[in-house]
């Protein structure tokens, strides 16, 4: 439950930073003189934090084009099947060595005897080139882009229910909750997510986990939402710290609330808003831990590509065909910059400090 | 990455056997590069792909290892130094005085030390220091010690620590005879005196892997300083003096590890390393330039290697016949050549053509290994072994382009109807993975060099001895393995037909997928001289041979 503004007591001029009764959510730039919206009867239209959020989000043009930008890469991606079998002609991880294409009026070896695989065709078959197993290379970067968006997605569904799960206990139970979570949180905040993440990925490749097999896609996505829970988990845990303490929670508790249902229907939806900002930087975090892992050969296993096996394959002809490792390279900055963008407008809309003048 | 480890360690079983024997060593015809004699001293630098898995010779048993301590570890015997190909597989003396007698029916070799003997540390070499190092090798253990356990007379009870030493071998340090008693007779005896990892090292040596300092050696070179897994420098030894063996060139030989073999290739392209460790596979990204820039500094030179898939014969699906010989049939041995840049030439026998042994391609029963796969039989083979929707794990290493052959083996495996999946293993690791008995791996890649120019040395891989820790399939024949035993008795060259009869049979029953011989890569910078420079069958670089211009 979000705390209601106190009511305000007569007409009176307010001048930025002092809005009535703490937080209404409507944010005026500082030193600007507004008419009290209570005074003479006159009550604004009751306007929420989430719809206020919107209209802000609605004027940030930058935000809303990379919002555009990330759909149009996660459309494109989705449609890969349709790529590969009414365009390519060729599955993901089809071989085709010892096959022929047509360039130019031309049919050349779509891997050279000397194993060189051919190039950009800029047709419908081999669009980006081959790889040294004659797998059409654009047909694997559509593939490879769904591989990363579901990692990243998966990652990130896990990092918010899990890192707010533990947020919410560590804080609100404080006590021997706090003390199993918080260094737990601690001991994993401490490595270096990248090496972290490696080990895991190579141990976890090798045997799995449990009924998991070593190359299921779930495995890069639990290590990426393991590695990154406690960056949610910790802030929410100081955020509950402090929630704990406000009078509405009081509040529910002289009513005979119980503390989960404290937890949930008081608290949680105060951090609605922290999540809603995490959920855009997680997310681009974890399709960037994937690449990161998929390159050093500890995410992704063959013969399943991503983003980042892509980038890593296409190094052994960097200096001669470099589109190999550029092209899934380009598609993940553009990936993570659009969901950064969005992220910092969601952000900016959230935020009740945020310098915007808005109309009522 | 391309390193063919080779762990030999042939496993066990003490075979049975009568009959003659004799060297197994083949003389034959190859070039003598030539050195200008002009240039002597300075540093020499190899890049290299993969480190020897330890500076022990009494560990390791991989082609890297066997590079380094060719010139590090001088046995009683040696491979031909100083000619290229198959010529140096042509078994001379080196500590020994001449090549062994042999007595007792092939049971007995005799050996003589030369007079005047040292490890690079001043220390007189005994004859008993022999006896030491193969003790050593059965302890720690190397990893084909089964060589010396399995055929000397006494060596399964040291092993198992039912005797204090090996009693098949005796020695007189004042005459410096060594006498090598075999349970039965062994033609690859002779090969194995000359592998480096019996060399003699001093009684004072520890019985434990020496993995970062190596042992006191009695080579051209001694160990410098050693960064396990990244650098192995090799300094002059200026005790060394065995008449006939080469003493080196450079004074300082550095073997620079770094796992990216295209910066290997580039650096060696752009003379910042000297040489390109043959073990590994230029890449085909590089070749072309190297091809065309360095003309007059890069060969390819067939070596004795073949490249398979094995079947796991205990369980599904590989335990039918006819899934083995649908996949062998499907398999398109060109493609695989072009995945290592094109050095391999393609061929379904385990026996190279460097081998007495070998067998033309054309015997291949299931389809052309230079012509197209016959997907139509692969089918019906299929069909018929009801295998159809069988779960698959496919074992394979993790570097180039090894992971490109378990990318495409899969591939086909799935188009025939398997459900198969891949198991990447990193490279340090892979053959000791699937080698674990508790594994018991269903198919998978492996890689075999030449240890010693004998057929058997090929043929003993799919040998169905219990506890064997090559035969990663656990091929188990009674035809084969008798035949096997009967025939490492004989010069291969008098039992060639036979060796080749037993290779066909086990492709018929589709025991391995073996799909071609591979050329190694001889590739120097401009600041060698390239015609003295040596790629050796054995030793893959012969760095005695290195001279700078």
């Known amino acids: 439950m979000i705390p209601e503004p106190d009511s305000g007591p007569g007409p009176i001029e307010v001048v930025a930073g002092a809005s009535p009764g703490g937080t209404s959510g409507i944010v005026i730039t500082p030193g600007e003189r507004v008419a009290d919206p209570w005074a003479e009867g006159h009550h604004p239209p009751a306007i929420g934090p989430w719809k206020l959020a919107a209209r802000r989000l609605r004027r940030n043009y930058l935000a809303q084009a990379f919002l555009v930008l990330f759909l149009l890469?996660?459309?494109?991606?989705?449609?890969?099947?349709?790529?590969?079998?009414?365009?390519?002609?060729?599955?993901?991880?089809?071989?085709?060595?010892?096959?022929?294409?047509?360039?130019?009026?031309?049919?050349?070896?779509?891997?050279?005897?000397?194993?060189?695989?051919?190039?950009?065709?800029?047709?419908?078959?081999?669009?980006?080139?081959?790889?040294?197993?004659?797998?059409?290379?654009?047909?694997?970067?559509?593939?490879?882009?769904?591989?990363?968006?579901?990692?990243?997605?998966?990652?990130?569904?896990?990092?918010?229910?899990?890192?707010?799960?533990?947020?919410?206990?560590?804080?609100?139970?404080?006590?021997?909750?706090?003390m199993l979570l918080r260094p737990l949180m601690e001991l994993i905040w401490s490595f270096p997510v990248v090496i972290l993440g490696v080990a895991l990925g190579t141990a976890l490749a090798l045997g799995g986990i449990g009924p998991v097999k070593g190359n299921s896609l779930f495995i890069p996505a639990v290590i990426i939402g393991v590695v990154y829970i406690p960056y949610l988990g910790k802030p929410i845990r100081g955020e509950v710290l402090r929630l704990r303490e406000q009078d509405f929670v009081d509040a529910a508790r002289v009513q005979g609330m119980g503390p989960w249902r404290i937890m949930l229907s008081e608290i949680l939806p105060n951090l609605s808003s922290m999540i809603t900002v995490f959920v855009p930087m997680m997310l681009a975090y974890s399709i960037l831990l994937e690449a990161y892992l998929s390159f050093l050969g500890a995410g992704v296993q063959a013969p399943n590509a991503s983003w980042g096996t892509l980038i890593s394959d296409g190094l052994n002809y960097i200096q001669t065909t470099p589109t190999f490792s550029l092209i899934p390279g380009a598609m993940l900055v553009l990936t993570v910059l659009s969901i950064n963008v969005v992220g910092d407008g969601v952000r900016d809309a959230l935020d009740p400090r945020a310098q915007v003048r808005v109309r009522t | 990455m391309k390193r063919l480890i080779m762990p030999l360690a042939v496993t066990g079983a003490v075979?049975?056997?009568?009959?003659?024997?004799?060297?197994?060593?083949?003389?034959?015809?190859?070039?003598?590069?030539?050195?200008?004699?002009?240039?002597?001293?300075?540093?020499?630098?190899i890049a290299a792909?993969?480190?020897?898995?330890?500076?022990?010779?009494?560990?390791?048993?991989?082609?890297?290892?066997?590079?380094?301590?060719?010139?590090?570890?001088?046995?009683?015997?040696?491979?031909?130094?100083?000619?290229?190909?198959?010529?140096?597989?042509?078994?001379?003396?080196?500590?020994?005085?001449?090549?062994?007698?042999?007595?007792?029916?092939?049971?007995?070799?005799?050996?003589?030390?030369?007079?005047?003997?040292?490890?690079?540390?001043?220390?007189?070499?005994?004859?008993?220091?022999?006896?030491?190092?193969?003790?050593?090798?059965?302890?720690?253990?190397?990893?084909?010690?089964?060589?010396?356990?399995?055929?000397?007379?006494?060596?399964?009870?040291?092993?198992?620590?039912k005797a204090t030493t090996i009693s098949g071998i005796t020695t007189n340090d004042a005459t410096g005879t060594i006498t090598v008693n075999l349970v039965a007779p062994f033609a690859p005896i002779v090969d194995i005196f000359a592998l480096p990892g019996t060399a003699p090292v001093p009684p004072n040596t520890p019985m434990k892997n020496l993995a970062g300092t190596g042992t006191i050696g009695d080579g051209p070179y001694k160990w410098g300083a050693i960064t396990a897994g990244q650098s192995y420098t090799l300094v002059k030894n200026s005790k060394f003096d065995v008449p006939g063996l080469p003493r080196g060139h450079a004074d300082t030989i550095v073997y620079k590890v770094n796992s990216n073999v295209l910066a290997d290739a580039?650096?060696?392209?752009?003379?910042?390393?000297?040489?390109?460790?043959?073990?590994?596979?230029?890449?085909?990204?590089?070749?072309?330039?190297?091809?065309?820039?360095?003309?007059?500094?890069?060969?390819?030179?067939?070596?004795?290697?073949?490249?398979?898939?094995?079947?796991?014969?205990?369980?599904?699906?590989?335990?039918?016949?006819?899934?083995?010989?649908?996949?062998?049939?499907?398999?398109?041995?060109r493609a695989l050549s072009r995945l290592d840049s094109g050095f391999l030439s393609e061929d379904c026998h385990?026996?190279?053509?460097?081998?007495?042994?070998?067998?033309?391609?054309?015997?291949?029963?299931?389809?052309?290994?230079?012509?197209?796969?016959?997907?139509?039989?692969?089918?019906?083979?299929?069909?018929?072994?009801?295998?159809?929707?069988?779960?698959?794990?496919?074992?394979?290493?993790?570097?180039?382009?090894?992971?490109?052959?378990?990318?495409?083996?899969?591939?086909?495996l799935n188009s025939l109807g398997f459900k198969a999946t891949e198991k990447v293993i990193n490279s340090g690791v892979y053959f000791t993975t699937i080698g674990a008995p508790s594994l018991k791996p269903q198919v998978g890649w492996g890689d075999w060099?030449?240890?010693?120019?004998?057929?058997?040395?090929?043929?003993?891989?799919?040998?169905?001895?219990?506890?064997?820790?090559?035969?990663?399939?656990?091929?188990?024949?009674?035809?084969?393995?008798?035949?096997?035993?009967?025939?490492?008795?004989?010069?291969?060259?008098?039992?060639?037909?036979?060796?080749?009869?037993?290779?066909?049979?086990?492709?018929?029953?589709?025991?391995?997928?073996?799909?071609?011989?591979?050329?190694?890569?001889?590739?120097?910078?401009?600041?060698?001289?390239?015609?003295?420079?040596?790629?050796?069958?054995?030793?893959?670089?012969?760095?005695?041979?290195?001279?700078?211009?």
């Not at chain 1, 996660?74 to 047509?102: E, K, R, W």
């Not at chain 1, 050279?112 to 800029?122: H, K, L």
């Open chain 2, 15 to 45: 075979v049975v056997a009568l009959g003659a024997c004799s060297s197994s060593s083949s003389s034959s015809s190859g070039s003598s590069p030539a050195s200008t004699g002009a240039a002597s001293g300075g540093t020499i630098t």
């Open chain 2, 49 to 161: 792909g993969t480190a020897p898995l330890s500076a022990d010779q009494g560990l390791d048993f991989t082609t890297q290892g066997q590079e380094l301590y060719s010139v590090i570890n001088t046995p009683l015997l040696t491979f031909k130094r100083g000619v290229q190909g198959v010529a140096g597989t042509q078994i001379v003396p080196a500590l020994a005085q001449s090549l062994p007698t042999m007595s007792n029916g092939g049971k007995t070799y005799t050996f003589t030390l030369r007079p005047n003997l040292h490890y690079s540390d001043g220390t007189a070499i005994k004859a008993s220091d022999v006896t030491y190092a193969l003790e050593r090798d059965i302890k720690i253990p190397w990893q084909a010690a089964s060589f010396v356990s399995a055929y000397v007379a006494g060596g399964t009870a040291y092993a198992d620590g």
């Open chain 2, 350 to 412: 385990l026996i190279p053509p460097g081998i007495d042994g070998h067998s033309s391609p054309s015997s291949c029963p299931y389809h052309d290994p230079n012509g197209a796969p016959n997907m139509t039989v692969a089918k019906q083979l299929m069909q018929k072994s009801g295998m159809i929707g069988q779960p698959v794990t496919v074992y394979g290493e993790d570097r180039a382009p090894r992971r490109q052959y378990l990318d495409y083996f899969t591939s086909v």
């Open chain 1, 73 to 178: 890469l996660v459309v494109v991606c989705l449609l890969a099947p349709l790529y590969a079998s009414d365009i390519a002609h060729i599955g993901p991880n089809a071989n085709n060595i010892t096959g022929t294409v047509n360039v130019g009026g031309k049919m050349v070896d779509v891997v050279s005897p000397d194993g060189v695989p051919v190039g950009p065709t800029f047709g419908s078959h081999y669009f980006f080139g081959a790889d040294s197993n004659g797998r059409d290379l654009a047909v694997r970067l559509l593939y490879g882009g769904r591989t990363s968006l579901l990692i990243g997605a998966v990652a990130t569904v896990i990092i918010i229910v899990f890192g707010t799960l533990a947020g919410l206990l560590s804080g609100y139970f404080r006590g021997v909750a706090d």
């Open chain 2, 266 to 333: 580039e650096q060696v392209l752009n003379n910042q390393a000297d040489v390109f460790d043959p073990g590994d596979t230029l890449p085909a990204s590089v070749l072309p330039q190297v091809k065309a820039q360095a003309t007059g500094r890069y060969q390819a030179i067939p070596t004795n290697s073949t490249f398979y898939f094995w079947f796991g014969l205990t369980q599904k699906p590989f335990n039918n016949l006819n899934a083995r010989q649908a996949v062998i049939a499907a398999l398109d041995d």
């Open chain 2, 449 to 549: 060099v030449q240890d010693f120019p004998n057929p058997w040395d090929f043929m003993q891989l799919f040998a169905g001895n219990a506890g064997s820790s090559l035969n990663y399939g656990y091929v188990n024949d009674a035809h084969y393995n008798s035949t096997l035993n009967t025939l490492y008795q004989s010069d291969p060259k008098t039992v060639a037909n036979q060796w080749s009869a037993l290779d066909q049979y086990a492709v018929t029953n589709a025991y391995y997928a073996a799909y071609g011989h591979e050329e190694f890569p001889k590739f120097y910078s401009d600041k060698l001289n390239f015609n003295a420079g040596v790629l050796s069958v054995e030793y893959q670089t012969d760095m005695t041979s290195l001279e700078l211009k």
